[in-house]
């Protein structure tokens, strides 16, 4: 019986493929708002059994009027933006190549995109701090004060693995998802290690002369670290949540990507549902942008409430 089910499948199946676009990331400054997205392929193959989804060309979602109105164009550069984020009213983004290569590309009106710096090699996380911006790739980092020159630090040994990174009071800070250490720099050459209390860290934010280190804790599940940056004799104050992958130090509190929002403070409270579950946020002063695969929505009172969601201009084709 299984073997003519399985037969009369694949009768009825036809290869075909599909693609839609995906909203990957968001940023806001002022009323631009810029969501990053690729076209996304899915071959179903011979035999239709399964699909398999490869990092299509660049496609950017542009709002000139505070998330309201979005206009869809493809820029000529096609590598997709992969990170994306605010500095000084000016956009910056990680645009990353198929073939393991990426660049930092900077833009003042999120249209138009012009390349700064380049290295061959996977990048992994993009911050930007008030007076720095940061990438962690596979063996080191690129930093900028200013956006226009940058300078690679390489690490030492293999590099860390799935690095995340984090710029805030005069520090870098740098964790891996192969454990819970955090590596902290102040300039980019000399190194000390902060334990977390973390098995493995997936984000690193910053709330006031804090860092929130995000991950995994033995015997606790999902948890947030506090690390005290002005004093490096504390302990980490760790704190079991429902942190589920991606989160964002708002006005209001700290936003999950599942759409719960926590109180912030020496311990993070308990999330609540909030707003529903998204791909990425962005926070500029008061105002925060959630994306989500077909839609953007925005709070202009620093992630208390929420506008209407806004439909993307999304392109499917099969």
């Not at 000016?90 to 930092?104: I, L, M, P, R, T």
């Not at 995340?164 to 590596?183: N, P």
């Not at 006005?251 to 912030?264: E, Q, R, W």
Request: net charge negative; proline share 4%; glycine share 10%.
């Amino acid at each position: 019986m299984r073997a003519i089910l399985f037969a009369s499948l694949l009768a009825a199946c036809t290869p075909s493929t599909t693609s839609v676009d995906n909203p990957i990331a968001v940023a806001a400054s002022g009323d631009h708002v810029v969501v990053a997205a690729d076209v996304a392929t899915t071959d179903t193959g011979f035999g239709c059994g399964g699909g398999e989804a490869f990092l299509g060309s660049s496609v950017l979602f542009v709002s000139n009027d505070g998330g309201k109105t979005f206009a869809r164009t493809v820029p000529t550069d096609p590598r997709p933006l992969i990170r994306i984020a605010a500095h000084d009213g000016v956009f910056y983004a990680v645009a990353h190549d198929n073939n393991g290569q990426f660049a930092v590309v900077t833009s003042v009106d999120g249209t138009t995109w012009t390349e700064v710096a380049s290295q061959p090699d996977y990048a992994q996380d993009f911050a930007a701090a008030s007076d720095e911006l940061v990438v962690a790739h596979a063996t080191g980092m690129l930093t900028s004060a200013d956006g226009s020159v940058w300078t690679n630090h390489p690490i030492a040994g293999s590099g860390y693995f799935r690095p995340s990174i984090a710029s805030a009071h005069g520090m870098i800070a740098l964790g891996s998802s192969a454990d819970g250490m955090l590596h902290v720099t102040s300039d980019a050459t000399t190194w000390t290690t902060r334990a977390t209390g973390l098995t493995s860290i997936s984000q690193i934010l910053v709330d006031e002369g804090s860092l929130l280190v995000a991950g995994y804790a033995e015997n606790r599940g999902s948890a947030i670290a506090r690390i005290d940056l002005e004093t490096t004799t504390a302990s980490p104050v760790v704190t079991a949540t429902t942190y589920s992958g991606f989160a964002l130090v708002t006005p209001a509190g700290l936003l999950d990507s599942s759409g719960t929002l926590a109180p912030l403070g020496a311990t993070i409270g308990q999330g609540v549902a909030h707003v529903e579950p998204f791909v990425s946020a962005a926070v500029d002063g008061s105002t925060v942008a959630v994306v989500r695969t077909t839609s953007v929505q925005v709070s202009l009172d620093g992630g208390a409430t929420f506008g209407a969601s806004v439909a993307l201009p999304i392109v499917s084709a099969d």
